[in-house]
């Protein structure tokens, strides 16, 4: 009953909850550049189940051990040894379709869907279990792709599948990327109201949970290399994190140094500056005597001075004949 349970809550995690087109918005650019009509919507749902199954199996049987650096470089391999045999398949018996798909079909071969569900469930679980993912993820991918696909051929061209409906009125403007983003963005907006009434313990919000990628653009590249970086790991302390930690720590120990150097030195201003309080008010006093002692002298007293000044200017030079005169006589 528990692993029924648990693949349940897989399945429906990778196909709903975490649905790559709807919540996640990966791998958009080929469902808005290609699904013009509903067989290339169907042809594009096929390709990447296709490239999906076969990139999480060997994931899963292979890639445990290695490093994820070196990871990323082998989904690509996997990606290309799956993609390359396909377009030359569509080249050789459907050549109208390998026109409709351009450049997009061999840019599938770095697809980011395959490279986030490898490193989220592959390299992580047995064999069943990312069988299982790949499968639901897949499935959810391609059902959106095929309702897009379906849409935009029936209200841009007016037809199903190339059988022609007679419709009068059609919007062509759907079969360009804003026509696929446009409905991609309404679909999202539907099925977004649907799971909140379902599961409302399980929001769409949370979808691409930020804490399933623990990077951190602070971590050396000596770290890196030394210690194996694994974005979608929950729990499990990488570089990126310990050197988070350790910076973290080291300016706490900086704070409380500083803390402890500043309480010293407002102490000592503190006691310099209670001496200058008292000397000041010792020195309050005598200014005030002075002030005092300098308003006791009005200006009737400088006025009777420069008077007695004057009047002694005055009888000198009397003094001065009468002492040449006395001379004379004599």
Not at 92 to 116: C, E, H, K, Q, T
């Amino acid at each position: 009953m528990s692993e029924k349970n648990s693949t349940f809550k897989r399945i429906r995690n990778s196909a709903v909850i975490k649905n790559p087109l709807l919540f996640e918005a990966i791998g958009l650019c080929p469902v808005v550049a290609i699904t013009l009509s509903l067989r290339l919507a169907v042809f594009l749902a096929i390709v990447t189940a296709i490239e999906l199954i076969v990139c999480e199996v060997l994931s899963s049987l292979l890639l445990k051990n290695i490093r994820r650096h070196w990871r990323v470089a082998l989904y690509v391999l996997f990606g290309v040894g799956v993609i390359f045999p396909i377009m030359g398949l569509v080249n050789r018996f459907f050549p109208d379709m390998s026109i409709n798909f351009g450049v997009y079909l061999p840019l599938m071969a770095v697809n980011s869907l395959v490279a986030l569900h490898c490193e989220r469930v592959a390299v992580k679980n047995d064999l069943k279990n990312s069988l299982i993912d790949a499968i639901a993820a897949s499935m959810s991918y391609g059902a959106v792709a095929i309702i897009t696909g379906l849409i935009r051929e029936f209200l841009a061209s007016g037809t199903i599948g190339g059988i022609d409906l007679g419709l009068e009125v059609t919007f062509p403007a759907l079969l360009t990327p804003f026509g696929g983003l446009l409905i991609i963005g309404f679909l999202a907006a539907v099925f977004k109201a649907v799971i909140n009434a379902k599961y409302p313990d399980a929001s769409p919000d949370r979808a691409f949970d930020t804490s399933e990628v623990t990077r951190s653009v602070r971590g050396s590249l000596k770290e890196l290399m030394k210690d194996e970086l694994d974005p979608y790991s929950f729990g499990t302390e990488t570089a990126f994190v310990r050197i988070r930690k350790e910076k973290r720590a080291e300016k706490n120990i900086e704070k409380t140094q500083e803390v402890n150097l500043a309480e010293p030195q407002k102490e000592k201003k503190e006691k310099v500056k209670k001496p200058k309080k008292s000397k000041k008010v010792a020195e309050a006093p005598k200014r005030e005597l002075r002030v005092r002692q300098t308003e006791e002298r009005t200006y009737l007293d400088d006025f009777s001075d420069m008077l007695s000044e004057l009047e002694e200017y005055k009888n000198r030079p009397e003094e001065a004949e009468t002492q040449e005169k006395d001379g004379d006589g004599q």
